[in-house]
């Protein structure tokens, strides 16, 4: 068996629902062995029945004076998918959607409109230094490079390029170069980011694709405690 096999035939709906024949589910666990994606799904279904287990610890109320019809023992975890089990965990997920409809998607949706200043750096092309520029930010919270970059006709674009404090490459972007001098804002997201000296190289590219060293420019993050 293999995964696409196993994604169009559902058959890791039908494993966790004890729906496979016992030749098919032998193929599927020798499958799982192979397939980090699958194992991953079933590994995530069973946290999910132990949390609903731990949720559900209590045995459910007596509806009209009838008790349940008791769960086969031989039905493994799979007891859970029984209607006395299932009813309770669909209330919850049904609360847990209604909280983040009703409370967390205003709050997103009100913070994402609400205007609010990020912590900048200023980086002048035309100035060479080893001093680093400091900028302040809150854990998690990016901040804004404010790039200054002298006119120069012969260069059609320019590459910015950011290292992180252990000297990796963290991400690469292309600019046009401008007619005048001006000021171009670079977001760096905040999430992940660590302490410490970033540097901005940054090179000219000409029309037909040579680049020039402008300079590299430390950047010291600080992230606010």
């Known amino acids: 068996m293999d995964h696409d096999e ?11 629902l004890d729906e496979l024949d016992p030749e098919l589910r032998d193929q599927f666990e020798e499958h799982l062995f192979d397939c980090q994606d699958c194992a991953l799904d079933v590994r995530s279904a069973a946290m999910f029945v132990e949390q609903s287990k731990a949720i559900l610890s209590e045995q459910p109320e007596t509806v009209s004076g009838r008790v349940p019809a008791p769960v086969s023992k031989s039905s493994g975890w799979f007891a859970w998918l029984h209607p006395a089990f299932v009813v309770p965990v669909f209330a919850l997920l049904l609360a847990v959607v209604g909280y983040q409809n009703f409370v967390m998607v205003p709050r997103l949706e009100q913070a994402a409109n609400t205007p609010h200043v990020l912590p900048w750096a200023s980086v002048n092309v035309s100035t060479r230094g080893s001093t680093p520029t400091a900028v302040s930010a809150l854990p998690g919270e990016g901040f804004n490079l404010l790039v200054r970059i002298p006119p120069e006709s012969r260069y059609a674009s320019y590459r910015l390029d950011l290292y992180s404090p252990s000297g990796r490459l963290e991400w690469s972007r292309t600019i046009p170069a401008a007619s005048a001098e001006e000021t171009r804002s ?20 000409t029309a037909a ?3 020039s060293d402008l300079g590299r420019y430390p950047v010291e993050l600080q992230i606010q405690k």
Not at 6 to 13: L, Q
């Open 6 to 16: 196993a994604v169009r035939t559902n058959v890791t709906e039908r494993y966790l």
């Open 186 to 205: 670079i977001y760096v997201p905040g999430t992940n980011r660590t302490e410490g000296v970033y540097a901005l190289a940054v090179h000219g590219v």
């Open 209 to 211: 694709g040579e680049s």
